[in-house]
């Protein structure tokens, strides 16, 4: 299985359940890598909270969908809304046949990741 192969080069530190890889890129971005039935395997990060439902909420996520539209030719991420509702997660779907592969598309990931976080940074 690639996850359990990545999750050793990663050492001994990075939380792994045998199909969940828990791990931290740059002391910054939290990541969820899921092995999936298909061989692919799913990265993913909880992009925001959401506000409760009502106008702010509305307008977070008119913005995000906006954005998420405009970003899906050149990036391979979407996003999701959790089943409790509370949370926007960004992922992508990946495949992965090698550990350098996966390392790979981590890497894009993040930087993906990064372009997020500063675009719904709500400061």
């Not at 039935?37 to 969908?65: I, W, Y």
């Amino acid at each position: 299985m690639i996850l359990a192969e990545y999750a050793a080069t990663l050492g001994g530190d990075t939380p792994f359940s045998g199909t969940r890889l828990m791990m931290t890129v740059d002391d910054v971005y939290h990541l969820q890598l899921l092995a999936r039935q298909d061989g692919r395997v799913l990265l993913r990060t909880r992009l925001l909270r959401l506000p409760e439902p009502g106008p702010a909420r509305n307008e977070v996520l008119r913005q995000c969908g906006e954005l998420a539209c405009g970003r899906m030719i050149t990036a391979p991420v979407s996003c999701a809304i959790d089943k409790t509702e509370r949370n926007l997660w960004l992922q992508q779907l990946c495949e992965a046949g090698t550990t350098q592969m996966l390392d790979e598309h981590v890497g894009s990931f993040v930087n993906e990741l990064a372009f997020w976080r500063s675009a719904v940074r709500s400061d």
